[in-house]
């Protein structure tokens, strides 16, 4: 991490992986598409845990992107589980 130290957000830990140079964008930083991989991937392991199978993201509805992420940064995601379903039209 540039500059500061992140705090450790509330949430079980699902994956921590680095940042390398074939994930950035032109501009030389980490492409956005890359973290958004990673936070599904971060979020379908904990639904998958949870439900003891398969599971699939049914909608993203915003992201933010606080700064940009570098070559060499920790990415580290944690996920809570907000509601459970058992179709995509259950989905809150």
Known sequence: MHDKQAEIPDGMPAIRTIAMPADTNPSGDIFGGW?????DLAAGNIAARRARGRCATVAVE???FLGPVFVGDEVSLFANILSVGRTSGDAA
């Open 62 to 64: 915003a992201i933010t």
């Open 35 to 39: 973290l958004m991989s990673q936070m």
